[in-house]
């Protein structure tokens, strides 16, 4: 079964920058996607962005240009760091995933099946 542990985020000011690490184990698919959504009080969770197991990474519009997602050597970690952060940047963050490749749908919430806990990010004016 897999497991998604989140860690990282916290607090900064507008401008700032902030990362999280999501570490995966019983992950032993061939092909597999590992993804960060967050969703804001009253909001509905939203696909950040996405890595497959060959390394394919695809991002929201809101955050192209100052998020970014990889992963380490065994594929068994993943991060994103998140520069020029804005107001509109504060949620809890997720990481999820899934088998499959790299498409259209990967920012999509229904096609994960499983999700970690969630770790906060807030930024202030």
């Known amino acids: 079964q897999v497991q998604l542990v989140e860690s990282g985020g916290g607090s900064t000011q507008s401008g700032g920058s902030l990362s999280l690490t999501c570490v995966a184990s019983?992950?032993?698919?061939?092909?597999?996607?590992l993804a960060w959504f967050r969703q804001a009080p009253g909001k509905v969770r939203e696909g950040v962005a996405a890595i497959d197991s060959r390394g394919i990474t695809t991002y929201a519009d809101s955050v192209k240009g100052r998020f970014t997602i990889s992963q380490d050597n065994a594929k068994t970690t993943i991060n994103l760091q998140m520069n020029g952060l804005v107001t509109e940047d504060t949620a809890m963050y997720y990481c999820a995933a899934r088998q499959g490749h790299m498409s259209t749908s990967v920012l999509t919430r229904a096609w994960y099946n499983y999700w970690g806990q969630g770790a906060q990010v807030n930024v202030s004016q």
């Open positions: 019983g992950v032993t698919y061939r092909y597999y996607l």
